[in-house]
């Protein structure tokens, strides 16, 4: 065993070794009762792997927060502007519902005197008789 | 569904905060540097997605986070083109003696070799991988490590790393 400890040592410190052969080494490195040195240098390297961070924290995505502050004050005006306006339009639908029915009333007021006079006319209806008399009674005489 | 973010960047944690631990000595900076590396990444994660190299792009960004601290706090000399962090002269606190002797180990190492030695001795990293986490050619990455564990196995004998 040590001889291929040996072995693969002298490969180690020309660097040839491979990670395989390093593994390798280290395992029998772990039986051999030889190579303090070497012994000790794997371990503390081994020690140094399990030196971990402990403090780091994953970061996180940057969402863009408001002013609380300004938002208030925007909401205030959102909410004054908005009551303006709905009232602004509310008044606008009222004035074009009482100017509707304003005129609506005009031409129910019109309909209504058309339909008296045309009544009225209706007396007219006989003048269309005026002249006639020989039409009516001359060829009846024939 | 797992961002691009937590599925590629999250689970590299443990490999970035131990090279910038090995690079400023002091896990509460190297938990700083990381956070905002990770926080960058984290805003371009659509343009990392299609990114050549993440690994690469980590590890330098942590490295320019790292030399952006010290400069801001005028620990290294701007003008000093070759940076070494352990200049800073941070003393570690809190780490355990195998954390200790790794890192008077590395201290030892130029930053190439050091940086080397660690991705491959403590993340087991392969050729490929190194040379794509620094940004450097395989052959860089072989003599390098070659360089680094001689160096590693010569301080071994003069420290006597077992005592």
């Known amino acids: ?142 | 569904m797992k961002t691009f973010f937590e599925a590629h960047i999250w689970p590299q944690r443990g490999k970035l905060y131990r090279l910038a631990f090995s690079w400023v000595k002091d896990r509460a900076l190297a938990e700083d540097v990381l956070q905002n590396v990770f926080e960058k990444s984290f805003t371009r994660q659509k343009e990392l997605s299609e990114h050549a190299n993440l690994s690469g792009w980590l590890v330098l960004s942590l490295k320019n986070e790292v030399l952006a601290h010290f400069r801001q706090n005028k620990k290294i000399d701007l003008l000093e083109e070759s940076i070494q962090f352990y200049e800073a002269e941070q003393q570690p606190e809190e780490v355990n003696e195998s954390i200790q002797k790794v890192m008077s180990l590395l201290k030892e190492l130029p930053e190439k070799q050091r940086n080397i030695f660690q991705l491959r001795e403590v993340e087991g990293l392969d050729y490929e991988e190194i040379a794509l986490h620094l940004d450097i050619s395989l052959d860089q990455v072989k003599v390098n490590l070659h360089r680094a564990r001689k160096r590693i196995r010569e301080l071994m004998i003069n420290q006597k790393l077992t005592k």
């Open chain 1, 1 to 142: 065993m040590n001889e291929r400890i040996e072995e693969l040592l002298a490969k180690y410190y020309d660097a040839e070794t491979s990670l395989g052969e390093e593994q390798e080494l280290k395992v029998l490195l772990r039986a051999s009762t030889e190579f303090e040195e070497e012994k000790a240098l794997f371990g503390i390297l081994a020690d140094f792997k399990k030196a971990e961070p402990i403090n780091l924290s994953l970061p996180k995505s940057k969402v863009r927060r408001l002013n609380p502050s300004w938002i208030s004050w925007a909401a205030c005006a959102a909410i004054l502007i908005g009551s303006f306006w709905g009232w602004q339009v509310y008044e606008q639908k009222q004035a074009e519902q009482a100017a509707y029915k304003e005129v609506m009333l005009a031409f129910a007021m019109i309909q209504n005197n058309l339909s008296k006079g045309q009544e009225q006319l209706q007396p007219m209806n006989n003048l269309k008789y005026l002249n006639t008399t020989d039409q009516i009674f001359g060829q009846s005489q024939k």
